[in-house]
């Protein structure tokens, strides 16, 4: 699939991630992954190489046994880790099961 924005991306992403538990999975992974970097900031450099495996971790894990698909980092990486934070933020703001309404209408948030 070639996708050439964000804007075209973010559909594909969202019926990627319509399962609940699958956002659950990611939002915890996202915000462990802010923590590490603010603990290697804070206390020791080595938190800033467990950030990725720390995020990423939560949302393989949901991707391989949860939603049962590939996770889009690994045709998109950049998109993906954007649309990470922004799914994290409209989660937090209450306005991500409009999005996956929006995107994936036969399933369920």
Known sequence: MRIDSFAAFWPYYVRAHS??????????????????????????????????????????????FVEHNKPATFGHPFYSLAADYRMLFLMMAGKMNDEVRKFSPATSS
């Open 19 to 64: 399962n609940s538990r699958t956002r659950l999975l990611h939002a915890a992974g996202s915000v462990l992954a802010i923590a590490c970097v603010g603990l290697g900031l804070g206390r020791n450099v080595w938190f800033f190489a467990a950030a990725p495996v720390v995020g990423y971790a939560f949302a393989w894990y949901a991707h391989f």
